[in-house]
Nanobody, 116 residues
Framework: QVQLVESGGGLVQAGGSLRLSCAAS????????MGWDRQAPGEQRESVAF???????NYKDSVKGRFTISMDNTKGTAFLQMNNLKPEDTAVYYC??????????WGQGTQVTVSS
């Protein structure tokens, strides 16, 4: 059983910054990658950023240049630094972990609200 706990969400004005953190625990097989997904009200969940244990990253186009993902796969922790936040970034953000067997796990989510 894998547990992921996110923290760092909150309310911020447009142009502000937040740093999300994710801590994994439990029966974690070797981590292949970690990432962040988000889901806005009435919308489908989407991938925001992803990082492999080799350091390769992938970002949703609309967050490139504003968000930075990092990971310590030895500790099972991941971070998402979000700068220049926009109202359209408002969503629940979920940490995702993919193990070497291609199994995905998600946390309970943390709310990010950006006011205009």
């Amino acid at each position: 059983q894998v547990q992921l706990v996110e923290s760092g969400g909150g309310l911020v004005q447009a142009g502000g910054s937040l740093r999300l953190s994710c801590a994994a625990s439990g029966s974690i097989s070797s981590i292949l990658a970690m990432g962040w997904d988000r889901q806005a009200p009435g919308e489908q969940r989407e991938s925001v950023a992803f990082i492999s244990n080799g350091g390769a990253t992938n970002y949703k186009d609309s967050v490139k240049g504003r968000f930075t993902i990092s990971m310590d796969n030895t500790k099972g922790t991941a971070f998402l630094q979000m700068n220049n936040l926009k109202p359209e970034d408002t969503a629940v953000y979920y940490c995702r972990l993919r193990d070497i067997y291609a199994r995905d796990y998600w946390g309970q989510g943390t709310q990010v609200t950006v006011s205009s």
